[in-house]
């Protein structure tokens, strides 16, 4: 065999079996999800998977929780149910249909009833969400008991998505809403699946119920402050999308002139307020009817 020839075969055959022992840079990128269980009230509960969040409320005859989040995180809380609390959910509330809330709820179908709005059950249907139909649906509000407590289900209209219910628990003086409202942060990129400005009347109707901390399905926990917060940003987004639209400005003319600098340090505020400007001015285009000049 050719000296050369021979050193070159070994030494591929030998990364070829150092490849073969270490994982893939994708998989070896792959890190554990983030969870974590930690108590908000007496017995109310707020669970994380990464960057989504939902609550559950623990009582004498078994649980009431909000959105499952995706089958992996509801295997995971299943079990941390059992071990900590020893109690089967007996009733699962989705939020609205979005996947990335939704998803999940068939892992609790053997003990708990689904409960959601009329379009949530439509939608889940129709585009085929990966979990469980709800059992139970209703048009504006709604009471759930169990074990001697109360839990209000409230439907607040078109806003992010045309089927969000937001889930009030008394007695922790705590609402669970998801995706309408973030502590100190602008909204997600362009805003899709929204309502404009039906989304602000929905913050005025959650102003109105009675509750002093939220407990939102992304970010920190926040107050009733936070939806007043929350609602004044996208007052003054629309305002100024929709006076530039009348101006003539164009998109990109707006991307640079409106600056919305009241928020500046709120999350997400360089990123995303370009884009929510992308998706304010798509809603009033869609929905405006301009007034077209003629001559005589």
Known sequence: MNFKLGWSL??????????????????????????????????????????????????SDGIIMTDPINKGASTWLKAELKKRFDKPVKYLILSHDHQDHSSGGEVFSDTATVIAHDNAKKAIIGEKRPTAVPDITFSDKMI??????????????????????????????????????????????????????????????????????????????????????????????????????RAGQSLEQMKVSIK????????AYKNFVPLNIEGMYNQIKLHRRATFRRGN
């Not at 070829?16 to 554990?32: D, E, I, L, Q, V």
């Not at 889930?167 to 929204?194: E, H, M, Q, W």
């Not at 939806?227 to 999308?241: F, I, Q, S, T």
């Open 10 to 59: 070994v030494i591929a055959l030998s990364l070829a079996a150092a490849g073969a022992s270490y994982p893939h840079p994708a998989n070896a990128a792959r890190k554990a999800p983030k969870r974590s269980i930690k108590k908000i009230a007496t017995d109310l509960y707020r669970y994380q998977n990464n960057f989504h969040f939902g609550v559950f409320l623990v009582t």
């Open 144 to 245: 759930v008991s169990l074990g001697g407590k109360r839990v209000k289900l409230t439907y607040v209209g078109n806003s992010h998505s045309d089927n969000m219910i937001v889930t009030n628990f008394p007695d922790a003086r705590t609402l669970y809403l998801c995706d309408i409202v973030s502590v100190k942060r602008v909204g997600y990129k362009t805003l899709s699946d929204a309502y404009f400005p039906e989304w602000i009347d929905a913050l005025k109707l959650v102003e109105g119920l009675d509750f002093d901390k939220i407990a939102p399905c992304h970010g920190k926990l926040g107050t009733k402050a936070d939806v007043r917060a929350n609602r004044g940003y996208y007052e003054d987004l629309y305002a100024a999308v929709l006076k530039g639209v």
């Open 260 to 267: 919305l600098e009241k928020y500046k340090n709120w999350g």
